[in-house]
């Protein structure tokens, strides 16, 4: 069965733009959610998504925002970036709402200059 | 204070020791406790999934959990220079879907 997937692998931008960032999940797995690993604060959630409909959210600024499709595939999207939005974006699947059991993919690397 | 204290580490071991791997918590709500081992530039591998209290073992991988003390641990026995690895705790309280990660520790394995 293939893993989560992710892409694109690494991203380079300028402060101001945005981005978005995609996420398959393992086949059958219906929870998306979205984390931010950065060496200073770590693993930090930012949403997760089930049935086209973001579930739970994080700390994090509204700059920052997801959705789901019909197929469980999801994208984020971050606006205005800013040099603190540099971090590895990790996506996981789990099966259902609210599954601790998460599996995670490669992450996407985005590098803000 | 975080809800999450993992000691970031180094930790350096010879091949083939015990290694045990910490981590203590502060929100009594937490129920579901997982450990991830993460190598570099990857993503973190689930490598343990427990609920409540009590131990689980899956080959050389052994995960505790002591909820009266908010304390978990992972062992690792007769470790290999493979292992040499972060290795994240994460834990979640019921249906919510967010883990709360512990800052990782950095482990390696001297052959």
């Not at chain 1, 992710?6 to 398959?24: E, F, H, M």
């Not at chain 2, 709500?29 to 209290?53: D, H, I, V």
Request: charged share 15%; proline share 5%; with cysteine.
């Amino acid at each position: 069965k293939a893993g989560v997937t992710q892409t694109p692998r690494y991203l380079i931008k300028t402060r101001g733009q945005q981005v978005t960032l995609s996420c398959s999940p393992i086949s059958g797995h219906r929870s998306v959610s979205w984390y931010q690993q950065t060496p200073g604060q770590g693993l930090q959630f930012l949403f997760e998504y089930f049935s086209e409909t973001q579930r739970n959210k994080g700390n994090f600024p509204g700059r920052f925002s997801g959705r789901q499709f019909s197929n469980s595939r999801s994208e984020m999207n971050v606006s205005t970036l800013e040099l603190g939005d540099s971090a590895l974006y990790l996506c996981a699947s789990s099966l259902g709402w609210g599954n601790n059991e998460q599996f995670f993919g490669p992450g996407t690397r985005l590098t803000v200059l | 204070q975080k809800e999450v204290e993992q000691d970031p580490g180094p930790l350096s071991v010879p091949e083939g020791a015990i290694v045990s791997l910490n981590c203590t918590y502060s929100n009594s709500a937490f129920q579901y406790f997982m450990w991830y081992r993460q190598y570099s530039r990857k993503g973190p591998e689930l490598l343990m999934y427990t609920y409540s209290s009590g131990n689980k073992e899956d080959g050389r991988f052994t995960a505790q959990v002591d909820k009266s003390s908010k304390y978990i641990s992972l062992f690792i026995r007769d470790s290999q220079p493979s292992d040499s690895a972060t290795y994240l705790c994460a834990m979640s309280g019921d249906n919510t879907g967010k883990l709360i990660f512990g800052q990782g520790t950095t482990l390696q394995v001297k052959p």
